[in-house]
């Protein structure tokens, strides 16, 4: 299906029929000794006529890990020579979380429970769980149509795209933060995470990417406006992109507003995101700038609290029409941002609710998490 670009350029490309991007750019954003591994990636769009701006993300569609493929065609007794089975275990079949009807098809073919199989088996890999199963089960086999028909599909993950086009032609970069974790005393590797930390070569046309328009996360249309962005770990990509267009904007004479800046992450030392940066906007663009590293010492400190401390200031910017954006983990630190922002209107005499409505309401309020 063909689809139009916001510059009025046919491209072929899409959730449909991605477009095979070369990875041109793959580093450690992270310095040696931190405990995290967040990368820089960077795709070449060449003439695909994919365009995008400021606050869309980019999906990204992983290939599963080759050894664990080929320990899935030798549980399933077959050849990783027979290239119809390596390929479509390689690109197609969810072989890192095994699905809720695999347990099912595996229990009804050994006589137990599928809801305590995968209470038993969370944290494995189908090839874990195959192993094990038939370690307890000798005469336990399935069929690799068996195990296609009862396993999730490879599906693509967004990333919100952290460059401006107008700062990189051509160019879309992400910040990528690897999945590598413990989930019931098992290894978790993350499929995406990992396939483009790992396993992409540099300047071969081999990802499938394609773009999500995210028109609920945009700058003002009103430039002149001022924006508060709040955006610890991963949360600082489209924050990244908005910077990027704003000083575009500056540079090509327009009036621009102020931006006011609140990143974390865990030690200044190892995880201060793209520093050097931040820090030369700071100095040439005037840009406004609070760090929260957690561990820096004994307690937490998180954006949050330095958004308390700066309570007052928030609310003037925001009274005179800022628009408050936050991006990152959805299940702890949005909550708590949206609860200190809550905190700084009541502290202000404002009810916090109608304040945060008619923000919403507004559109000056919008939040990229995950
Ligand atoms: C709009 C949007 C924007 C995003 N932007 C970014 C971004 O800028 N940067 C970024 O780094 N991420 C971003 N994400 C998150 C990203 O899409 C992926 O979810 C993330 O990279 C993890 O994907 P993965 O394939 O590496 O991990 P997955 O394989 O999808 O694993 C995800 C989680 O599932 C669990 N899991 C996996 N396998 C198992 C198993 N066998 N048993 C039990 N649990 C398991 C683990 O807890 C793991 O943490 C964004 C998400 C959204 C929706
Ligand atoms: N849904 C998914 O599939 C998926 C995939 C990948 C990532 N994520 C989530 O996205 C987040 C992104 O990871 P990341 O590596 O970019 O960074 P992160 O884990 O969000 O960490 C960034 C900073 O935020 C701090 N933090 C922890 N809890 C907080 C809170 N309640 N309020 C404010 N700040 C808090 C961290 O401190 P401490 O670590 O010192 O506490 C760290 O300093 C992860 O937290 C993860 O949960 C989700």
Redesign the pocket.
């Known amino acids: 299906m063909e689809s139009t670009s916001k510059e009025g350029i046919q491209t072929l490309y899409s959730k449909e029929n991605p477009f095979l991007a070369k990875l041109l750019e793959n580093y450690k954003l992270n310095k040696k000794g931190s405990s995290?591994d967040?990368r820089h990636i960077v795709f070449d769009l060449e003439d695909s006529g994919l365009s995008y701006s400021p606050g869309d993300s980019l999906y990204i569609v992983p290939e599963n890990d080759p050894v664990l493929v080929k320990e899935i065609l030798s549980l399933l007794d077959l050849d990783y020579a027979e290239e119809f089975e390596y390929n479509r275990f390689l690109k197609e079949v969810n072989i890192t979380r095994p699905s809720n009807k695999l347990f099912s098809f595996i229990a009804s073919k050994t006589s137990t429970d599928g809801k305590l199989l995968g209470e038993e088996f969370l944290g494995y890999s189908t090839a874990g769980v195959l192993k094990a199963v038939k370690e307890k089960y000798p005469g336990f086999s399935l069929t690799s149509n068996e195990l296609v028909e009862n396993s999730s599909k490879v599906l693509g993950r967004a990333y919100s795209i952290a460059s401006s086009l107008n700062a990189h032609p051509r160019k879309v970069e992400l910040c990528i933060?690897r999945?590598d974790g413990l989930v019931n005393n098992q290894r978790v590797l993350?499929l995406c995470?990992n396939y483009i930390s790992d396993r992409v070569p540099l300047n071969e046309n081999l990802t499938k990417i394609y773009l999500h328009t995210n028109d609920k996360f945009r700058l003002p249309q009103d430039s002149s406006v001022d924006i508060i962005m709040v955006g610890?770990?991963?949360?600082i990509a489209p924050f990244r992109a908005f910077i990027e267009e704003r000083n575009h904007l500056r540079q090509s004479g327009k009036k621009v507003g102020r931006d006011w800046l609140f990143f974390?992450?865990?030690k200044s030392e190892y995880?201060y995101l793209y520093g050097e940066e931040l820090e030369a906007y700071r100095r040439d663009f005037n840009l406004s700038l609070d760090l929260?590293?957690?561990?820096d010492q004994d307690f937490?400190v998180?954006?949050?609290d330095r958004m308390k401390e700066k309570s007052e200031e928030i609310f003037r910017w925001l009274e005179n029409g800022a628009h408050f954006y936050v991006c990152?983990?959805?299940?702890?630190?949005a909550?708590?941002?949206d609860t200190a922002l809550r905190e700084i209107a009541a502290e202000h005499g404002k009810d916090p609710d109608l304040y945060i409505t008619e923000l919403k309401n507004t559109q000056r309020y919008s939040r990229d998490v995950?």
Not at 232 to 235: A, I, L, Y
Not at 292 to 295: E, G
Not at 328 to 333: E, I, L, P, S
């Open positions: 995290k967040t933060s999945v993350g995470s610890p770990g991963t949360g974390g992450d865990q995880d929260a590293f957690s561990r937490k998180y954006v949050q990152g983990d959805a299940r702890k630190m909550k708590d941002v995950y």
